[in-house]
């Protein structure tokens, strides 16, 4: 049985995604910046909405004509898997940059609607479209739609079923070049829109001064040292401990309750000491990712990310990069998984160079590692630490790409500026929810089988007899075969090779590893080994999730290369930093 392909197609930053969210109750990732959506992705409908159809989101495109990843793909889609019709959403506050993609969509004769979204700015800046002559003029029905306040979506649904009923074709239009294309959309755009006004002047004078590279770096710059004052603020300290407190009471409740139900004492201390005591010790820096994730949207939802891409296209150059691969690095805070996906939207020599060096970004998951040696070791400078250790991952990143590059020309830069908006709280909320939601996901999924995996092996000899002493466990024994190749770092201790080896997992193993080995890394690190712990945590080879999205992108070769780089990057500036401490502490 035959089902119905609705594809929705439109520039860049048009709500594309936020209407596919809608019409399909997915919730995809959207955001105030070109280049959200990478790839094809399709859902069905819903049933409220009275369409009997799979949706599919095509990535944003300013033309059909393939000139980058988003326009190859999207060109090829409507050419190979024609779909039943086209919804092509249009940004009401800026028709003539819509129409002229509108133009070359009718000339692949699929029905098509157009959904003039964002009517709600339109409408705030005072623009008034007449749609009744626009449908005249294309031959195809034309709304008013709002992703944000929804209006219009009801009548949008009615004429999609309609539509795929009556297949009905726009008229076909044939230019003499993309000059002839263009004028006809201004025309047009001019003839069928009325009033406005506009703060465009201001808004050009505000990005003429923070996209210029003298000024747009250094702002870049003072902006994530506030974001990570914020981040380990006093408020996000108190904020731990009320998790960790919480998470301990919750503890205890469990421990109580096996005591009263008579469970065996050995079960009994591998939930409590093996599992509960890994997950509480993640757990317990929640509130600072939390805090971390929701600037970083917010500096996403304001238009601010696109402005500093801009501005870093100059030094971006110096590596053989265009301003566009600074998104990939800057999505790299939160996540390496969506980073690295999201480099689909560079040219391939330029994403292969841009994937090798993601992995140093320091992500989310390894943020309570840095908070666990910050708070342990430099609880009197947190931010300035913190901001160093992150600085590093940038640095170290640069410093691939330069090797990476061996003098290759920057591809041109090529996006248009998102407006400036107030971030959506909502927005926001959902953002910083899905992440969290992801990360507990994660910390009931591969840090409870870690936790449970690192207390087993630390209780068992291998001869699988209860062990008397740590040191003949079998966790021991196998972590002691690294232990020689760390001792120039000054992480021996088997200990700490055990929690580095979960890392290869989950970085937020790590910490819950160091947690039920019961170490306490303030008594048995000197700041030297802490700093060394640090540098090695932040650059070595990404979690197993991150390597399989590499492969994928990059192939299984290349992939094995990062995974050996990323160690070598990772022992030799760890080696560096331990040196150099010690020797700054002998000279104290």
Do not use: W
């Not at 160079?353 to 666990?372: H, K, T």
């Not at 709280?425 to 929810?433: G, K, P, T």
Request: with cysteine; charged share 15%; net charge positive.
């Amino acid at each position: 049985m035959h089902c119905s392909i609705i594809a929705l197609a439109g520039n860049p930053n048009c709500g594309k995604t936020a209407l596919f969210n809608i019409l399909t109750g997915n919730k995809d990732k959207t955001g105030n910046r070109a280049g959200v959506t990478v790839a094809v992705k399709t859902a069905p409908a819903k049933n409220d909405t009275g369409i009997s159809a799979l949706i599919a989101d095509l990535p944003g495109i300013y033309s059909l004509a393939p000139s980058g990843n988003e326009e190859k793909t999207t060109d090829e889609y409507l050419r190979t898997s024609p779909p039943d019709a086209v919804i092509n959403v249009l940004d009401s506050t800026n028709l003539a940059r819509g129409i002229f993609l509108t133009t070359e969509l009718t000339e692949k004769n699929i029905p098509m609607i157009l959904a003039l979204n964002m009517s709600d700015e339109a409408e705030k800046e005072g623009i008034k479209i007449d749609t009744v002559k626009l449908s005249s003029a294309l031959g195809c029905p034309v709304f008013l739609v709002s992703a944000v306040t929804k209006q219009g979506i009801s009548e949008l649904c009615s004429a999609v079923s309609s539509i795929l009923k009556s297949a009905r074709r726009p008229r076909c239009f044939s230019f003499d070049g993309d000059v002839s294309r263009a004028e006809f959309a201004k025309k047009l755009s001019d003839s069928v829109t009325y009033g406005g006004y506009t703060n465009s002047c201001l808004e050009d004078k505000l990005d003429a001064f923070i996209c210029r590279t003298a000024v747009g770096i250094p702002l870049f710059f003072i902006i994530m040292m506030l974001v990570f004052a914020l981040t380990f603020s006093s408020a996000g300290t108190a904020a731990c401990k009320l998790a960790e407190n919480l998470f301990s009471s919750l503890t205890q409740i469990i421990a109580q309750a096996l005591s009263y139900i008579n469970v065996n004492e050995a079960l009994s201390d591998f939930i409590i000491y093996g599992i509960l005591s890994g997950i509480g010790a993640v757990i317990s820096f929640l509130p600072r990712m939390i805090i971390l994730f929701a600037l970083l949207e917010i500096l996403e939802d304001s238009g601010y990310l696109s402005r500093a891409a801009f501005a870093m296209d100059a030094p971006m150059r110096a590596v053989g990069l265009s301003g566009k691969a600074f998104i990939p690095f800057i999505t790299g805070f939160g996540c390496t998984v969506p980073a690295i996906l999201s480099a689909r939207i560079l040219e391939k020599e330029e994403r292969e160079n841009v994937i090798l060096s993601l992995p140093f970004i320091p992500c989310g998951a390894r943020m309570p590692i840095f908070s666990l040696i910050v708070g342990s070791f430099f609880e009197d400078h947190k931010a300035l630490a913190s901001f160093g250790i992150y600085a590093l991952g940038i640095f170290v990143s640069v410093f691939s790409l330069i090797i990476l590059s061996r003098g290759r020309t920057a591809p041109a830069l090529s996006f248009e500026l998102p407006k400036y908006r107030p971030p959506k709280i909502s927005n926001i909320f959902r953002v910083v929810s899905e992440k969290v939601s992801d990360f507990i996901s994660k910390a009931g999924g591969i840090i409870f089988l870690s936790s449970a995996a690192v207390y087993i092996l630390s209780y068992l000899t291998p001869n699988l007899r209860a062990a008397t002493n740590p040191n003949e466990s079998i966790l021991a024994c196998t972590a002691k075969l690294l232990s020689p190749l760390m001792r120039p770092l000054g992480l021996d201790d088997f200990r700490i090779c055990a929690a580095l080896i979960s890392g290869l997992f989950a970085k937020e193993a790590i910490v819950s590893t160091i947690f039920v080995l019961g170490i306490d890394i303030s008594r048995m690190l000197t700041e030297a080994q802490a700093i060394s712990l640090a540098v090695f945590a932040l650059l070595y080879s990404p979690c197993f999730a991150a390597m399989s999205a590499c492969r994928c992108q990059i192939g299984t070769k290349k992939s094995i290369l990062l995974f050996f780089r990323t160690l070598l990057f990772a022992y030799a500036f760890a080696f560096i930093a331990y040196t150099s401490a010690r020797i700054f502490a002998a000279l104290l």
